[in-house]
């Protein structure tokens, strides 16, 4: 569902799913949103019109999070176990036109993107926070952070 009147009224524009996460850009242009079935799960789909079209942007799978850079630009998705292999971390640096997986695997909850898009993290379930200073180019495990139950991350 969309608003364009601050939620005053709703329109939907995108088909009854789960979703795992939506996002959108700093202007609203730019929207995404990750949608999971168990097991086999499901798309990435954007919006470059405000959410009134949709199309689907990835390969299904099993798709948790995703989150946006301020400029719509840069995405960070992430799926997760599926109950036969662990789940990767994938990146796209065109407005999600095209993604390249990092084959970086691991049971992935959540990620973050920050408002440049230099900056990712994503959280490994009952394990490890990972980040990227490349805009997701490299990753490695942020040994500040201990490993943990985490549940969620977030980023300015």
Do not use: C, E
Request: charged share 10%.
């Amino acid at each position: 569902f969309v608003s364009a009147d601050y939620g005053a009224t709703w329109q939907q524009t995108l088909g009854s799913q789960l979703y795992g996460s939506v996002v959108m850009s700093g202007s609203g242009q730019y929207q995404a949103v990750s949608t999971w079935f168990y097991p086999d799960g499901d798309y990435v789909h954007v919006s470059a019109d405000y959410g009134k079209t949709w199309r689907s942007a990835t390969s299904k799978a099993p798709w948790v999070d995703v989150g946006m850079s301020q400029s719509g630009q840069y995405l960070l998705a992430a799926t997760s176990y599926n109950g036969a292999s662990l789940g990767d971390l994938y990146v796209s640096s065109d407005y999600g036109n095209t993604w390249t997986a990092k084959n970086y695997t691991g049971d992935y909850q959540r990620v973050a993107v920050g408002s440049s898009g230099r900056q990712m993290q994503a959280i490994v379930y009952n394990g490890r926070m990972y980040s990227s200073g490349d805009s997701g180019l490299t990753w490695a495990p942020l040994m500040s952070a201990p490993s943990n139950l985490w549940t969620d991350v977030a980023m300015t």
